[in-house]
């Protein structure tokens, strides 16, 4: 196994930090039950739940860490088993940079991570130890105890926290074309840019944008995800495009490869030229570290909210609505220009939630029609400055969640654009205790083995 990640969305991050909390000096375990899914070189460990062991469940300490009932375990193993989830067992080492599984660690872990795949083998099961800023992992994956080669504890709240047991990709932070932009994110959050992978879905507006400014920022690698060709109606807002590429009608992919190729600051663009939901858009936005959303109708951004929230994803969205004016006493009426960008972290507020969207506006779109229809719809009014704005905004939510340059509210965050008057206005959102997506669709993983091989 190359890399194991254990992602744990936001409503969870401080819940699983206070319960393994050793900062007394008495060490604590917490369960957590995971979902599963499977990703290009990576498996993908999902937290839905964390269930501290009891105070009262506790044995009295023996030579090695905290030790604690059997019957605690067993209820564990039974809420496990009736949702058909995996067991990570956590607890928190603050000596050792980067942190180890101890002997015991791993003779005990193996010990429990066998009975549990026997008991539950349809989905994995770990051990982990988490250090300040570093974590290791014993995993038993399809019936075998493994160690991955490499294990990354991600922790979703304002920002993006890994807590890896190798450092990231390394990027060159040094070199002078990055020289002004180390002064906001610092050499740390250069190689992390430099070993991240933002998915763009929708190449054209504002995707165009997104793509150039991503490539400026040293994005290790974009997905650019789009099955449609040039025309000529993209000449006025499509970064990169010429009337060669509307003549011999090339692929959108190619023009933003040739737009990241030109940059030439190491980032790997990947063309994907397909659309969401095609299986070979949903496997390459599973590789991401973040999705970067552009897209025109509501399907599409649902499709995209459930890939995010199932997989724990963090999901940016901008779009774009322009109600042209009309001429009436040969006077031009103001046209109306709305926008936003969505930074929607898992766990947090979803688009059900604040209400963007909801069956009865789906059904609205569709209008009676097959679903396939939407990719035959006229496209709503764009301008390339308007576009910019909020792709310039949207990649720089990016490049806060991926190197926490700027502090910000933990969670789903939304800013409304006025195009006339050129302002942004924040909102602040919760989370809905009735949204059933939140509760079902969070961390939901996949129903089955689905194996990267």
């Not at 039950?33 to 506790?58: A, I």
């Not at 607890?91 to 193996?110: I, K, M, N, T, Y």
């Not at 020289?179 to 190689?191: D, I």
């Not at 909210?305 to 040969?330: C, F």
Request: charged letters at 20%.
């Amino acid at each position: 196994m190359k890399r194991l990640e254990l992602r744990v969305p936001v409503k969870l991050t401080d819940r699983l930090l206070s319960a393994i909390d050793s900062a007394d000096g008495v060490e604590r375990v917490a369960f957590g039950l995971v979902s599963h899914s499977s990703s290009p070189g990576r498996e993908l460990l999902l937290l839905r739940e964390v269930l501290p062991v009891r105070p009262d469940s506790y044995l009295a300490p023996g030579l090695h860490g905290a030790k604690w009932s059997g019957q605690f375990t067993v209820e564990v193993l039974n809420r496990a088993a009736r949702q058909t989830l995996g067991i990570v067992i956590l607890h928190e080492h603050r000596l050792g940079r980067p942190v180890r599984l101890s002997p015991d660690d791993r003779e005990s872990g193996a010990e429990q991570l066998g009975a549990f795949g026997r008991l539950i083998p349809e989905r994995p099961h770990a051990t982990v130890v988490v250090g300040a800023d570093s974590a290791a992992a014993l995993v038993s994956f399809q019936g075998e105890l493994l160690q991955p080669e490499a294990f990354c504890l991600r922790l979703l709240g304002g920002n993006i926290e890994d807590r890896a047991s190798t450092p990231h990709v390394e990027a060159s932070e040094e070199r002078e074309a990055f020289a002004r932009q180390l002064l906001l994110v610092g050499g740390e959050g250069q190689r992390r840019l430099g070993g991240t992978t933002v998915a763009v879905v929708g190449l054209c507006g504002g995707g165009s944008h997104a793509i150039q400014q991503l490539a400026h920022l040293g994005v290790g690698r974009i997905l650019g995800i789009d099955d449609d060709v040039c025309s000529e109606s993209n000449r006025s807002r499509m970064v990169g495009v010429t009337e060669q590429a509307v003549r011999e009608r090339w692929p959108k992919t190619r023009v933003s490869a040739e737009v990241v190729n030109r940059i030439g600051l190491g980032s790997e663009f990947v063309p994907v030229q397909s659309r969401v939901p095609s299986n070979e858009a949903v496997a390459a936005i599973l590789s991401a570290d973040v999705v970067l959303g552009c897209v025109d109708n509501l399907h599409a951004r649902a499709d995209l909210q459930t890939l995010a929230w199932r997989h724990l994803i963090p999901y940016v969205d901008i779009g774009l609505r322009i109600e042209e004016g009309y001429r009436e006493n040969r006077a031009l009426a103001r046209s109306w220009i709305g926008g936003q960008i969505m930074t929607l972290v898992p766990g947090s507020a979803c688009m059900w939630c604040m209400g963007y969207l909801s069956d009865t506006k789906l059904r609205s779109e569709l209008g009676g029609r097959e679903r396939s229809y939407l990719g035959q719809t006229p496209g709503t009014g764009q301008v390339v400055s308007l576009n910019g704005v909020l792709a310039s905004q949207a990649t720089t939510e990016v490049l806060r969640l991926l190197t926490g340059f700027a502090e910000v509210e933990r969670g789903t965050r939304r800013l409304s654009f006025n195009g006339v008057s050129g302002s942004l206005e924040h909102w602040s959102l919760e989370r809905s205790a009735a949204c059933s997506h939140c509760e079902n669709e969070l961390a939901a993983g996949s129903p089955v083995w689905r194996s990267a091989g």
